[in-house]
């Protein structure tokens, strides 16, 4: 696609339930960036993987956080033990090369944990 | 600790009039700034950036003003245009990091 995608764009878990985000991006970007956006506040930085291989996951909140992009294209972020705090828009962006300015980001998937 | 602020949650200006969004930054290590501008129910879209050795970047009816010294950057776009109207975020970077820092966002109203 010409964009990045981001699936599902709506999801609603219950409190204590594993979550799977999906996002696919620009066809030949090697950098991919995942970032949370909570109600009134900017996004916030997560993971960044260069290839297939996680380069810096210093943002991911704790373990219960995970992604993963096992053929250097798809990742997936994903969530075990949703808990209400966990509900926000999780963005992901991709960049052909290294360097913030080539980021395009995707929609984004709205979390919402019940 | 809010290492990008944007102070003003929001703004509203008339068509054809200027706007100023600004920003402040506490980390002295950030070298390189970007503004974004976000629709509802879309990603951040890349506006324009501007690297610590410059004081100034031109792009169309956007400019970016940075002060080193003050540790702030502003973001100016003019004439604006009811099309303008979204929520811009401030983000910095650091050389050798991939992460941005975002501010919280500003959002902008354009009047016809």
């Known amino acids: 696609g010409a964009g990045v995608s981001q699936t599902p764009s709506n999801k609603v878990t219950e409190k204590g339930k594993y979550v799977e985000l999906r996002c696919d991006p620009i066809?030949?970007?090697?950098?991919l960036y995942w970032y949370r956006q909570s109600l009134g506040q900017g996004p916030e930085f997560l993971i960044y993987?260069?290839?297939?291989?996680?380069?810096?996951d210093s943002g991911l909140p704790n373990d219960r956080f995970f992604a993963v992009r096992p053929e250097g294209s798809v990742s997936t972020l994903k969530i075990q033990r949703t808990e209400r705090g966990d509900s926000a828009v999780y963005l992901c962006?991709?960049?052909?090369?290294?360097?913030?300015?080539?980021?395009?980001f995707g929609s984004g998937t709205r979390l919402t944990v019940v | 600790d809010q290492q990008v602020k944007q102070n003003s949650p929001s703004l509203s200006v008339q068509e054809g009039r200027i706007s100023i969004l600004n920003c402040d930054y506490t980390?002295?290590?950030?070298?390189?700034f970007l503004w974004y501008k976000k629709y509802p129910a879309e990603g951040p879209t890349f506006l324009i950036s501007?690297?610590?050795?410059?004081d100034k970047n031109e792009d169309g009816r956007f400019t970016v003003f940075l002060n080193k010294s003050a540790k702030h950057l502003s973001l100016h776009i003019v004439p604006s245009q009811p099309g303008d109207s979204a929520v811009y975020f401030c983000?910095?970077?650091?050389?050798?990091?991939?992460?941005?820092?975002f501010g919280k966002g500003m959002k902008l109203t354009v009047n016809p």
């Open positions: 962006a991709s960049s052909p090369t290294e360097g913030a300015s080539g980021y395009t």
């Open positions: 066809s030949g970007h090697t950098a």
């Open positions: 993987f260069q290839g297939t291989g996680a380069a810096d």
């Open positions: 980390n002295s290590m950030f070298d390189y």
């Open positions: 501007i690297s610590s050795i410059k």
């Open positions: 983000a910095a970077n650091q050389g050798g990091s991939e992460k941005l820092v």
